[in-house]
């Protein structure tokens, strides 16, 4: 690649520290969301751990490594259908020899297949709703939106995977650099915007809103950061791919859904992380996840903290590094897919099964194997290096540098029942450390109103970093000093 000379961001006049938490009707609960500094996350980390050790916890011993059930296939050969069941669940390391989905070819965005009319192969069509679908009017392309900015396959030395960056013409080098992280079932495009056709009409029954979808195309997070001056690249996790890996012939007990765990997603984003790090020496990299991306962000950042802790050859610490960790519509504790009527962990053992127990239950959540060591105890390793000091139970482990967390989602219908978001709730979303972190919640209309992913399906979920609100939250979170 070349190497980043520049940054991202524009601003509205948002605090640092994030509005005050609201219950179900709007109450103001600032008790649970008060301004984050270095000194008051460090009083919640003295406490929590206070209580913790009151309570027996262990918490020196208990550990932030890989789980168990998640531990690297041994076999060499890539994943077929026929397979699936030695790696779905697995993490794959980011080769193309080992991992399926860490792949360049056939990319909507790659300029070069601008004149490519081979059958079969994806030809560039910057804008496409999905790659995949390549625009087809059932999922509710094509994207009608027209003047697109600027972008192409990156090309990160030491990145062998995929990865939209977008072209930053006049690069603001105090800033950090963006890296977006996209969901489930989407691509890069998800940051971008996007314009039904006319006449096209809405698929919002299972959120239960009502909305006209916009007649413009309005700027979305890649747009925007672009226009701040900052230099952006948005993760591609190939979910294209995954037909060819996973048996595909229900979303009962397979995955026609084309979903992807945590095993298939993390590690392409570990890879993109330390290329990014390592090619820009003296910069700040700031991640913008949203749904699935907010656990992967999390994780990634977990997985290269223990590689260097392991003083593995050309490990680095990610955070020193990093200045934002921006996290919209996560399961941090739990996904309504989890429970019935749609229960998917156990029956069905593809990764659309396994995310979900990866992800544990929104409406009674327990802390499951992949959180563990991702949150530990209560919460206390789930904002590492908040008071730039404090990572998964040790001290001395930022270089100085505190990372700033915000969570955004939308709030509940009623508080702790009746979401709205189909996902995720606020309980879910947020992150229990307060002082550390900076809990935000959009409000119950602030959808994603462009109609993006199958005509507005989830247009709720996708309110956190689609709609002009939760828009601008992240752009003013990232703005602020």
């Not at 550990?63 to 794959?92: H, I, N, V, W």
């Not at 059932?138 to 990156?154: E, K, L, R, S, Y």
Request: aromatic share 8%; with cysteine; hydrophobic share 35%.
């Amino acid at each position: 690649m070349r190497p980043f000379t520049s940054s991202l961001l524009v601003a509205s006049a948002l605090l640092a520290c994030g509005p005050p938490s609201t219950g179900g009707g709007g109450t103001p609960t600032p008790d649970k969301n008060p301004p984050v500094t270095v000194e008051r996350c460090r009083e919640r980390i003295a406490a929590l751990t206070d209580e913790l050790r009151a309570a027996n916890v262990d918490v020196a011993g208990w550990s932030f490594r890989d789980a168990p059930e998640m531990k690297e296939p041994t076999f060499t050969g890539l994943q077929t259908p026929a397979s699936y069941k030695q790696y779905d669940g697995r993490y794959r390391p980011a080769s193309a020899e080992r991992h399926p989905g860490c792949s360049k070819t056939n990319l909507y965005y790659d300029k070069k297949n601008v004149r490519n009319d081979t059958p079969g192969q994806t030809p560039y069509k910057d804008g496409n709703n999905d790659g995949k679908w390549t625009g087809q009017e059932a999922f509710g392309g094509p994207n009608a939106a027209t003047g697109f900015i600027d972008g192409d396959v990156a090309d990160i030395p030491g990145f062998p995977c995929a990865a939209k960056q977008y072209t930053q013409g006049n690069p603001d080098r105090a800033l950090p650099i963006v890296i977006l992280v996209h969901g489930n079932s989407t691509r890069p495009h998800s940051w971008e915007k996007f314009l039904l056709p006319p006449g096209t009409a809405i698929n919002s029954a299972f959120e239960n809103v009502q909305f006209n979808p916009d007649t413009q195309a309005r700027t979305q997070l890649a747009e925007a950061l672009i226009a701040a001056r900052y230099e952006v690249v948005a993760v591609d996790f190939r979910t294209d791919l995954v037909a060819s890996v996973d048996p595909t012939a229900n979303n009962t007990t397979e995955n026609v859904a084309g979903n992807i765990d945590h095993g298939w997603s993390t590690p392409i984003l570990e890879s993109l992380v330390k290329a990014v790090i390592q090619n820009n020496p003296g910069r700040k990299v700031a991640l913008v996840g949203h749904s699935l991306g907010v656990s992967v962000v999390r994780d990634a950042l977990r997985r290269l903290y223990v590689e260097s802790v392991d003083g593995v050859a050309g490990a680095v610490n990610p955070f020193a590094h990093v200045s934002h960790v921006i996290l919209g519509s996560g399961a941090n504790h739990g996904v309504s897919t989890y429970d019935p009527p749609s229960a998917l962990c156990g029956p069905n053992l593809t990764m659309r099964g396994t995310i979900v127990c990866e992800m544990g239950s929104r409406g009674n959540y327990q802390q499951t194997y992949f959180h563990k060591p991702l949150n530990g105890p209560r919460d206390l390793f789930a904002t590492p290096c908040a008071d730039g000091d404090y990572a998964f139970g040790r001290t001395g482990q930022c270089e100085g540098n505190a990372v700033k967390y915000l969570t955004l989602t939308m709030t509940d219908i009623n508080s702790g029942s009746n979401y709205q978001d189909l996902y995720v709730s606020e309980s879910a979303s947020r992150i229990e450390m307060p002082g550390c972190v900076n809990n935000t919640l959009t409000t119950l209309g602030d959808y994603d109103t462009s109609g993006y992913f199958n005509k507005g399906f989830i247009a709720n979920h996708f309110g956190s970093v689609r709609s002009p609100a939760g828009l601008n939250q992240v752009l003013a979170f990232l703005a602020a000093k």
